[in-house]
């Protein structure tokens, strides 16, 4: 996002040159606080400061409530793919999970401790992506789908989850899903973003085995990576 407002400084490149400069700064503040919302890390925050006021009768109505919605859609957005259907999930699965590969690669080759998920010789794909549906995608989409009412998306998490489930017991759909990675639909068809971040369950409603599969959903990152942050208000510096 850095790159993208450094190459509107290029007023043939800039999609906001016909903004004042208020609303051009809100703009810019708004895509800001929405990719950094995006960080799953601290998705609990702000998946529960949404589920708490979008039960209000006027949520909506003032634009800290706009800006969390914002926030809310694209967290969703981020992680979809687990809500799509099998064949799409399955497909981008493999591709995230070759990403990590590559990273551990890059870490075995600069003397680094491999990250979490990340190495291609000792990953259990199908646990990673129930880790992945229970602590990072059904938390973030089942506020979601209450609030849009719909419940396709969770009813599509629930035969992925069961999919995985199945895929562990069952050489048949394993060799099906191996088959499914190098012949599925195109990239385009679907989000390209990791599931990199915390569960969202704070630890103190996990018992010790959700806190370790919690931490085993997240890939590439160790701890103290990133600093918390509440979700963000609207009278903020928007410089």
Not at 131 to 145: D, E, H, K, L, Y
Not at 159 to 177: D, G
Not at 192 to 209: D, Y
Request: proline share 7%; net charge positive; with cysteine.
């Amino acid at each position: 996002i850095c790159e993208a407002f450094r190459a509107m400084r290029h007023r043939s490149r800039n999609i906001l040159k016909n903004l004042t400069t208020a609303d051009a700064l809100t703009m810019r503040y708004t895509v800001i606080q929405c990719v950094l919302a995006t960080d799953l890390s601290l998705g609990p925050r702000y998946i529960a400061a949404f589920e708490s006021r979008a039960k209000r009768t006027d949520f909506g109505h003032d634009d800290e409530d706009k800006l969390l919605l914002l926030q809310q859609m694209l967290k969703c957005a981020d992680v979809s793919h687990a809500t799509r259907p099998v064949r799409l999930h399955i497909r981008w699965s493999h591709l995230i999970t070759e990403e990590f590969y590559l990273q551990g690669d890059t870490e075995l080759e600069m003397g680094l401790p491999l990250s979490p998920l990340c190495d291609r010789k000792d990953h259990n794909i199908a646990k990673s992506q129930r880790g992945f549906i229970s602590f990072v995608v059904r938390p973030c989409f089942t506020p979601w789908a209450a609030f849009c009412k719909n419940n396709e998306w969770t009813s599509m998490l629930a035969a992925n989850f069961e999919h995985w489930q199945a895929s562990e017991s069952s050489p048949h759909v394993t060799k099906q899903a191996e088959s499914l990675k190098l012949t599925g639909s195109s990239a385009s068809t679907g989000p390209a973003s990791p599931p990199i971040g915390a569960g969202a369950l704070s630890p103190a409603t996990r018992s010790p085995q959700q806190q370790a599969d919690a931490r085993a959903a997240v890939p590439g990152r160790r701890s103290g990576d990133v600093s918390p942050a509440e979700p963000s208000e609207p009278n903020a510096s928007r410089r």
